[in-house]
């Protein structure tokens, strides 16, 4: 694997090789003060897979996890690696340090979570152990061995693309949004669910300091894309800020783009912009200020 650290003028500043513990689908990594923290979650992939025709990646229940923890000024020889016993996980919401201490939040599932990447030992698809619950996993950087700290569960609903006030990135923070799964609620959901197949009708606000969830219900025939934190101004302080996604609205075949206060989205949207076309059921959202857009070599998308 490569890791690349470019800076602000698109310059490369730092190139890092080194080798996993095994094959993944490496899909996200988290940033911290001091390291860059990287989730190795058996999504597999063999040169025998492609030969078979079998779709390149698969989901491995025999293989551990492991959370590999680059500093961000040093070279392979000082990644260490720790390791937990078989789960899913792909995005993260933010990782921070605490001491010696390296949190790293993110979404996980007892078992796969994406279908479209079978069981490679043939195991049917299970629903039940597809739910992602936002997690902390904790690592302790003055311990000896591979083992966790620990591993905490910060909410309890079912969701994936997690997000945050960006400027928070790699540093302790307060709030986290995400998409989740509401079953209870009705459901018609014409011409599909999403890119994935998953059914996002929540959009939901997670407290990390007093530990409060705020959920906003999209109705029983529209689903949520990524949300996108927009701060007030750039000095705002955290949480003082907006909220923005796309609703699907599969009855209508349009799309809608959801505006919310980010401390109040029980109430719901504050303002909705009725887009002229629709946008395909997708899944990543990213937000920049206009200001960004402007400066030339700043990179907008990913
Ligand atoms: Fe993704």
Not at 49 to 76: C, K, M, N, S, W
Not at 259 to 287: C, S, Y
């Amino acid at each position: 694997m490569a890791y690349y650290e470019i800076d602000r003028q698109g310059q490369l500043k730092r190139e890092v090789w080194f080798e996993l513990p095994y094959y993944c689908m490496m899909h996200d990594f988290g940033l911290t003060e001091h390291y860059a923290v990287f989730h190795v979650v058996p999504i597999v992939g063999s040169w025998e897979r492609l030969r078979a025709g079998l779709p390149h990646f698969g989901f491995d229940t025999t293989q551990p996890i492991y959370l590999g923890v680059l500093p961000r000024e040093g070279t392979a020889a000082d990644i260490r690696w720790f390791t937990a016993p078989n789960c899913f996980a792909s995005h993260v919401m933010n990782a921070f340090e605490e001491g010696t201490k390296v949190h790293f939040d993110v979404p996980m599932a007892k078992g796969n979570a994406f279908p479209f990447f079978p069981d490679v030992h043939g195991a049917e698809f299970d629903p039940h152990k597809a739910h992602c619950y936002l997690t902390r996993w904790t690592v302790d950087m003055a311990s000896r061995g591979e083992a966790f700290e620990g591993m905490k569960r910060l909410a309890e609903l079912s969701g994936e693309f997690p997000r945050i006030d960006d400027r928070y990135t790699s540093q302790p923070y307060r709030f986290g949004f995400m998409l989740a799964q509401d079953f209870s609620r009705p459901l018609q959901l014409p011409g599909g669910r999403s890119a994935t197949g998953m059914m996002m009708n929540l959009l939901a606000g997670i407290d990390h300091a007093s530990g409060t969830v705020q959920t906003y219900w999209a109705g029983p025939t529209s689903t949520l894309q990524e949300p996108c934190v927009i701060p007030k101004s750039p000095t705002a302080p955290e949480g003082d800020g907006y909220l923005v996604t796309v609703a699907n609205r599969l009855a209508e075949g349009r799309s809608d783009l959801l505006i919310f206060d980010a401390q109040r989205l029980t109430e719901g949207p504050i303002a909705t912009v009725k887009l002229e076309l629709r946008l395909r059921p997708a899944l990543h959202g990213n937000w920049a200020p206009e200001s960004q857009l402007q400066r030339p070599g700043t990179a907008v998308t990913t």
